[in-house]
């Protein structure tokens, strides 16, 4: 086992022993990496930092039901994602229903995608409507399939497709729109 491993597996020890000062340790750790998951899932900063201190509010409050704690940072990841999901559904963002059939895809060429930042690609994440933007990432980042997704969400299948296509449509129109600052 690697020194940070053994390391990460220590301050969830002492967390789950309640001591407050590695609970501090651990979320000011892991702050950035859950902080990237919710900016995935909500249109603000200030949102983001509501849902991942709620999330942390979980975690610490569960973290004795955590069986395998060579898991933790999936079981971290997936508190996070529910407690994003549960914001979006209580704002009611997901009521939206549209078929497939209505979505348009467009070719981009990959050279302009090359040229995009990680900066530039995450704006235009966020510029996508909720529901279009949380169906994106839990298809095509958290790799959930769309029975899946439409049952977290409590949408049927047909939205959860579409929603994606949508997501990919916008995003692909996006994409062209700041091709003529590469070429």
Not at 41 to 66: R, T, W
Not at 112 to 128: D, P
Not at 140 to 150: L, Q, T, V, W
Not at 159 to 182: D, H, P, V
């Amino acid at each position: 086992m690697n020194d940070q491993k053994t390391s990460e597996q220590k301050l969830l020890q002492a967390c789950m022993r309640g001591d407050l000062k590695s609970q501090e340790l651990f979320y000011k750790q892991f702050y950035g990496y859950g902080m990237a998951i919710c900016l995935r899932y909500l249109p603000n900063k200030e949102e983001a930092k509501e849902v991942l201190n709620d999330s942390f509010l979980k975690i610490f409050a569960q973290i004795q039901q955590l069986q395998e704690q060579d898991q933790f940072k999936s079981w971290i990841r997936r508190i996070i994602v529910n407690t994003a999901l549960d914001r979006l559904r209580k704002n009611k963002k997901f009521q939206m229903n549209t078929d497939i059939e209505d979505a348009q895809l467009e070719i981009v060429d990959s050279n302009v995608l090359n040229k995009l930042s990680a900066e530039e690609i995450m704006g235009m994440l966020q510029k996508l409507p909720d529901n279009y933007r949380t169906v994106f990432n839990l298809y095509e980042i958290e790799g959930f399939n769309h029975e899946e997704i439409a049952k977290m969400l409590g949408i049927p299948v047909g939205t959860s497709k579409s929603n994606l296509s949508r997501a990919k449509a916008k995003l692909k129109a996006m994409i062209l729109a700041t091709e003529t600052q590469y070429l």
